[in-house]
């Protein structure tokens, strides 16, 4: 065994250094109860490997100076508590994009901020997240339980959905703004369908479930270009024209956000879909 493991070059909290791995050949992040303490920097130093309750790497230089200047000025628990919560995920869902450990863990910052000084906000695509991410919405649940325990700021339920994209975007190794565009996009598409069918979708129902599925799987398609075969398109056309109408203000609203154009064979769909909820 080497007598040294690490070079500790930034000490960032007593439970997070960032140093030189000898055997990886490369700079991590080091995170383990008091694994900081008593250390000085440019110094070579051994920590068994059982005390790091986590690491990692990946981050150009520019990300490093971003994450450093977070954790000067955040509470070191909101740091813990969002590597839980990424551990969580990464349990769960496999391994996540490195840059959610700063975007996460400055989501959560601003949060508990912005509850201490009573700006509220809501999370109108809330149904629509929980539905398309559930594992991610679960785990979330569960980090909105951890962050009001360990520092009794309750962030309410719109919170876990805000959480869940972070989740869901670094799962997917998307920007969480496109991830947000997407949930909208999809929410806009329902109120659309509401106004012209002139109903309230239950959103617990069954039919919504397997419209919004439809709906985000439509939109997978269409952003990259994957073409589907729809031999009842014209049935459909000719059997459903009220449904199909709508289809077509939903066609200009996927183009107007996508800047693609929707092909007839994915509206035939969309239109069987509609055509159930304006049945029933």
Do not use: W
Not at 64 to 70: G, H, I, Q
Not at 253 to 264: A, R
């Amino acid at each position: 065994m080497s007598k040294y493991n690490f070079r500790i070059l930034k000490i960032l909290n007593n439970n997070i250094v960032l140093a030189y791995d000898f055997q990886n050949k490369e700079d991590t992040i080091l995170i383990g109860t008091g694994i900081g303490f008593g250390k000085k920097e440019n110094k070579k130093v051994y920590i068994p490997r059982e005390k790091i309750q986590k690491s990692f790497v990946g981050y150009n230089e520019k990300m490093k100076n971003k994450y450093f200047s977070l954790v000067k000025q955040i509470d070191p628990k909101i740091i813990e508590i969002s590597e839980a919560i990424i551990e969580k995920a990464e349990n769960k869902l496999g391994e996540l994009n490195k840059h959610i450990h700063i975007l996460l863990t400055d989501h959560i910052g601003f949060a508990i901020e912005r509850v201490r000084t009573g700006l509220e906000i809501t999370n109108p695509f809330i149904d629509e997240i929980k539905l398309l991410y559930p594992d991610e919405f679960d785990i979330a649940s569960e980090g909105i339980k951890m962050i009001k325990e360990a520092l009794d700021v309750d962030l309410g339920y719109g919170e876990i959905g805000f959480i869940a994209t972070h989740l869901h975007s670094a799962r997917k190794n998307t920007h969480v703004k496109e991830t947000i565009k997407n949930t909208r996009l999809l929410y806009e598409i329902i109120e659309i369908i509401e106004k012209d069918l002139d109903i309230k979708i239950c959103k617990t129902d069954y039919d919504y479930k397997r419209l919004i599925n439809h709906l985000q799987g439509a939109l997978n398609r269409i952003k990259n270009n994957i073409y589907i075969e729809n031999p009842l398109l014209e049935n459909i056309k000719e059997k459903f024209k009220e449904s199909y109408e709508i289809i077509k203000k939903i066609k200009v609203k996927i183009e107007q956000e996508y800047e693609v154009e929707v092909p007839e064979q994915e509206l035939g769909y969309m239109a069987i879909h509609i055509q159930r909820l304006k049945t029933k």
